[in-house]
């Protein structure tokens, strides 16, 4: 059984996500103790268990420690199967996360599966539906991987209520892919989105990007909700090149003005542009996993995080690979090599 230490690196939730998606696939059991250590509430919280419930379920895993709260778990899978899935967080925790810890592994399932997860679809600390559909999944699908995902119904922090539901065709063996360059920029264009609140929150923030990015007409899109869906406003920049797309987001929260909410998001986003690397610093943590699953590959990004190197460390205990990380002045590179 593999031990793990939920409390290295940054100590967050991803630890543990990624061992379950890993332990899936490889069938390898694993024990993880501190769970979220490096957190202000430790422990299992909703979105954390239901990825649980959810990896045992596909997987027929015998699971002990799946509790809220709890900070030890331990997890042993059986195979996994295709079907129809429902999984429900009941607040308004990451439904894109818990489907990103399901979704490589029913790539192995013996055959075709639905998964519809409700809970929270944009909020903070989290990548929302539109960075899966946009940036994630199309580099995915060039690897061979055959999966879709709708937005059913948006989920804000902190009330959810939202719905996405992925297919998924069984994919046995990823291709490799090489992401250096990112090619030239062929769309660039900002969405604010608002519900159950004024419409002038986002367009202040669709003016202040604007401005800051010389974009207008076209490039600046009101994105108007059913009141139903919120309270909620984000703000989505979204970037395509001829090799990668990225998108940035920033979230409305009470007594920040609309304008910082458009800057955070634009302060990702140049940074990003002025780097000139293929990826951003979240999509660089999350293509290590399939690259590895892959058996090699490597991107360009504009930061490595600790986030990031904690995945790498977490892959290398389940998968032969040796992923390689180095920093450099504008952009750094990760390299997966296969050790067997």
């Not at 331990?74 to 979704?103: E, H, N, R, W």
């Not at 539109?130 to 948006?154: N, S, T, V």
């Not at 046995?172 to 419409?199: D, K």
């Not at 090149?241 to 990225?246: I, R």
Request: aromatic share 4%; net charge neutral; glycine share 14%.
């Amino acid at each position: 059984m593999i031990e793990l230490d939920g409390a290295v690196g940054e100590g967050g939730g991803q630890i543990l996500r990624s061992a379950l998606t890993l332990s899936m696939i490889t069938g390898q059991a694993f024990c993880i103790n501190n769970i979220r250590a490096g957190r202000k509430k430790p422990g299992l919280l909703r979105q954390h268990l239901v990825a649980v419930q959810a990896a045992a379920e596909i997987s027929g895993a015998t699971v002990t420690g799946a509790q809220l709260g709890s900070q030890t778990l331990v997890f042993a899978p059986k195979g996994i199967k295709g079907g129809d899935y429902q999984f429900a967080i009941g607040s308004a925790g990451s439904c894109t996360l818990v489907l990103q810890t399901v979704m490589l592994a029913l790539l192995h399932a013996d055959g075709p599966s639905t998964v519809r997860i409700s809970g929270g679809t944009h909020n903070p600390m989290a990548p929302p539906a539109q960075f899966l559909e946009r940036a994630y999944l199309p580099l995915l699908r060039r690897m061979g991987a055959d999966i879709g995902i709708e937005l059913l119904r948006c989920g804000f922090y902190p009330a959810g209520g939202g719905c996405i539901v992925a297919t998924i065709a069984p994919c046995a063996q990823l291709r490799q892919l090489t992401l250096m360059e990112r090619g030239e920029r062929t769309s660039g264009y900002a969405e604010g989105f608002v519900a159950g609140l004024p419409g002038s929150i986002a367009l202040r923030e669709l003016e202040c990007v604007g401005l800051g990015m010389g974009w207008s007409g076209e490039q600046l899109r009101m994105r108007g909700l059913p009141a139903d869906q919120g309270p909620g406003n984000a703000l989505l920049i979204t970037l395509e090149y001829e090799h990668a797309s990225e998108v940035f987001c920033a979230f409305g929260e009470k007594m920040v003005r609309a304008e910082t909410v458009a800057k955070d998001a634009m302060h990702e986003a140049r940074r990003y542009i002025a780097s000139n690397a293929a990826v951003g610093e979240h999509l660089a943590d999350q293509l290590m996993l399939p690259m590895a699953l892959a058996g090699g590959g490597g991107f360009t990004a504009d930061v490595i995080s600790q986030h990031a190197t904690t995945n790498a460390e977490v892959i290398g205990r389940f998968l032969p690979v040796t992923i390689t990380l180095e920093e450099g002045e504008q952009r750094s590179t990760c390299t997966v090599r296969a050790t067997a």
